[in-house]
């Protein structure tokens, strides 16, 4: 159980999280630092001196789409022309993969940004047809590495590379800073960490070390950035500064939804616009992919929560062609919903079971689904999110594995890991806010601080928002008052209602005035 907070106790737990300290832009490690970097530049300048044709290959996430956009970007600078690929997550599947291989014949060099390093088949395919591969990656080493000119990836045990968890899109940052000294170009590697920043955000990079001084500075830059995409965002959301907040939650999702509904091709075209009128028209092109999305993961939701079986440890549910795109959002909102880990999975018309989980609390989801790797026919991910597919026959087995599995590990614990302490409504002044502020940007690896507060009466809950589907409460406690929010939430408190609730504190900034709000994430009735 949490305990009580002090101010000074808050502050002693949250700058445990930064062992390293406050870094700054000066600390970041020189390019030279990464395995292969030297070779990889020198192939890359060799390729451009001699007039190859070079493919650059992403991926069609956040992480993928700011990588390409970056190296696209890059070249355009340098007035070098590039073609750039970024795979149909329905018709190509992910990143470099024997279905692209056709379509970069022809090039001398391909570099990969965000993806690669389990490509070991699409390798042989490029170096039969003379394809000079380089692969710049950050996810886990398989067991086999592909056959490669250079693999630039932090995580193989030869990169001296200090930092285990960064993005793809800053490993193609530092491959750029590498190409600007090589080349002796003049060129603001501000302009491009802009970028990289939205990446790490949405990629849920730790916002610690170097990550944090990479957002820190790029968010400084996206909120004076001239580039028309950021311009025409800021327009959009009529904000003059932007916050990890906004990138998280709200321009992350919207240039997932182009990969995730039709092709993220366009998210890298809104990206890499060249004037604002142009950039507003490639805008709302992702608004709409995102209101689709929206939309069709509400169905899908409400099916799943329906099918659940809400006694199993860990919940599994199977539909019939639900969109592949938002089976991974599907299984969070519902693992949040009924507070354990969660898989979504997809039935396609082959009869394959294809889809997402997302893990709740502390769960290791997967290292648990790792147990039942022989039922299925693939699987990937990390301790909180895991992708797999298997057949139709493995269904059944592979759920009561699971639950087996679970029931015998140990330490698996439901309550929020984000939660800090009990507080109470007499802490919670603008000195709690300011204090909070310090440790900002807050993200993975440094969360927002939860806290929760017991035996508090609620006085009013009130619908609001366009679909009545948020609430506005006031709640008390021993005579103090507070506001409250909770955003997508069917439930009904009725004035009067004890209960214990878990939030974390906001400013909210409105004509002029400040005030404290309560962005409520639980609320548990007493009886």
Not at 232 to 250: M, N, P, W
Not at 352 to 381: H, I, N, Q, W, Y
Not at 430 to 447: I, R, S
Not at 481 to 505: C, M, N, S
Request: aromatic fraction near 8%; include cysteine; charge should be negative.
């Amino acid at each position: 159980m949490p305990e009580p907070l002090t101010l000074n106790k808050l502050s002693s737990l949250l700058q445990a999280r930064f062992k390293e300290g406050f870094l700054t832009l000066n600390d970041l490690p020189k390019p030279y630092t990464f395995k292969d970097m030297k070779k990889a530049t020198e192939r890359i300048v060799a390729a451009i001196q001699n007039r190859e044709k070079i493919t650059v290959i992403g991926d069609y996430d956040v992480d993928g789409v700011t990588a390409t956009t970056l190296m696209r970007l890059f070249f355009e600078e340098i007035a070098y022309p590039v073609e750039w690929i970024i795979p149909n997550r329905f018709r190509d599947g992910y990143g470099l993969s024997a279905n692209i291989i056709p379509r970069i014949d022809g090039t001398d060099l391909a570099i990969t940004v965000d993806n690669g390093i389990s490509a070991v088949h699409a390798a042989k395919l490029c170096k039969e047809r003379g394809i000079d591969l380089i692969i710049t990656d950050h996810h886990l080493l398989p067991p086999e590495l592909p056959e490669a000119y250079a693999i630039i990836d932090q995580k193989q045990p030869e990169c001296t590379f200090p930092y285990d968890e960064v993005c793809g899109a800053q490993i193609a940052w530092y491959l750029i800073a590498s190409l600007k000294n090589a080349l002796g170009v003049s060129i603001d590697m501000k302009f491009y960490m802009e970028l990289a920043a939205i990446a790490i955000i949405a990629d849920m990079m730790p916002l610690r070390h170097i990550n944090r001084a990479m957002v820190i500075g790029g968010l400084q830059s996206l909120s004076k950035s001239e580039r028309p995409a950021i311009r025409a965002y800021r327009e959009h959301v009529q904000k003059e500064v932007l916050s990890a907040e906004d990138i998280g939650f709200f321009l992350g999702p919207l240039l997932n939804s182009a990969g995730r509904m039709e092709d993220a091709s366009h998210a890298v075209s809104f990206l890499a616009a060249s004037n604002i009128y142009d950039a507003r028209v490639r805008l709302q092109r992702l608004i709409d992919f995102n209101e689709v999305r929206k939309s069709t993961e509400s169905e899908i939701t409400k099916a799943a929560l329906k099918a659940a079986d809400k006694e199993a440890s860990v919940i599994v549910v199977t539909g019939d062609t639900w969109h592949e795109g938002v089976v991974g959002i599907v299984a969070a909102r519902v693992a949040r919903e009924l507070k354990k880990p969660c898989i979504v999975l997809s039935r396609s018309e082959e009869g394959l079971l294809k889809g997402s989980g997302r893990s709740f609390g502390s769960c290791d989801l997967f290292a648990l689904v790792e147990k039942t790797r022989p039922m299925l026919a693939k699987f990937g991910g990390h301790a909180a999110a895991v992708g797999l597919s298997l057949e139709e026959k493995n269904l059944q087995p592979f759920i009561e594995a699971l639950q087996e599995h679970y029931e015998k590990s140990d330490g698996q614990n439901l309550e929020d890991p984000d939660i800090v302490g009990i507080l109470h409504f007499r802490d919670i002044t603008f000195n709690l806010t300011t204090l909070l502020k310090k440790f900002e940007p807050y993200g993975q690896g440094n969360p927002t601080p939860k806290f929760i507060t017991h035996n508090v009466q609620i006085l009013q809950a009130n619908k609001m928002g366009k679909e009545g589907n948020h609430l506005r409460f006031l709640f008390e406690q021993e005579g103090i008052t507070h506001q409250g929010v909770q955003f997508k939430t069917e439930a009904v408190y009725l004035p009067g209602t004890k209960a214990d609730i878990v939030y974390t504190v906001s400013e909210n900034h409105f004509r002029g005035n400040t005030t404290l709000q309560l962005m409520v994430e639980d609320i548990r009735q007493r009886s």
